[in-house]
């Protein structure tokens, strides 16, 4: 009698230790975590705030030669002007007597040494402030203005600081005196102001 034999173990299965199999074409890659994106600045203009006033400060009716060299000073930063007429009424004779003669003005200087009559004074700023303001108005540019007292200081101080003035021009005839001890208006506003003063003679290219 054959004895029985011991049954056969199945054979095992090979552990399966093989790494996972790669993705093939058609099998989409894992996603990514996306970079995050950097968000686009805000396009802003640049903060130029309002426009740079300039103050022009003048015994007379400004020439178009005057004006023009005024607003090519600053034609690109496209200023607004304010512009100051003293009243002459209270000048001084002596002083005025000797600018003129300076200058080999005779007739000027004897006229210079009639009274002054007030109401011609206020008549003769008024004339100037506006022939001024319609040469700045004729280069398309934003102009006002105002008639001060004699001595215009006070009231260039004031705008200086109402409007945060940029610069300051003072335009006037050449003054002897006043240019020669340093008593005339650009010398002043230089002691008193913060800003740039510049001082042109009018109808001339020539800076005081």
């Known amino acids: 009698m054959t004895e029985p034999t011991a049954d056969e173990p199945n054979a095992t299965e090979p552990a399966d230790h093989a790494s996972p199999a790669a993705p093939t074409a058609d099998e989409p890659l894992e996603a990514t975590e996306p970079t995050e994106a950097t968000e686009p600045t805000e396009a802003t203009d640049a903060d130029s705030g309002p426009a740079p006033t300039i103050i022009v400060l003048t015994e007379e009716a400004l020439k178009?030669?005057?004006?023009?060299?005024?607003?090519?000073?600053?034609?690109?930063?496209?200023?607004?002007y304010r512009v100051l007429v003293p009243a002459d009424t209270e000048r001084n004779l002596l002083s005025s007597f000797l600018n003129h003669l300076s200058l080999f003005e005779m007739r000027e200087a004897l006229e210079s040494l009639r009274p002054v009559d007030r109401t011609e004074a206020h008549?003769?700023?008024?004339?100037?402030?506006?022939t001024t303001l319609a040469e700045f108005e004729g280069h398309d540019v934003v102009a006002t203005g105002e008639i001060t007292a004699d001595d215009p200081m006070p009231t260039l101080v004031e705008e200086v600081a109402r409007l945060g003035a940029r610069e300051v021009v003072v335009v006037t005839e050449p003054h002897a005196?006043?240019?020669t001890f340093h008593t005339d208006w650009a010398s002043r506003a230089r002691e008193t102001l913060g800003v740039p003063v510049l001082h042109m003679y009018a109808g001339d290219w020539r800076l005081g």
Not at 64 to 80: F, Q, R
């Open 64 to 80: 178009p030669v005057d004006v023009d060299k005024i607003i090519g000073l600053h034609e690109e930063d496209a200023p607004t």
């Open 123 to 130: 008549s003769d700023a008024d004339t100037a402030l506006s």
């Open 177 to 179: 005196v006043e240019d």
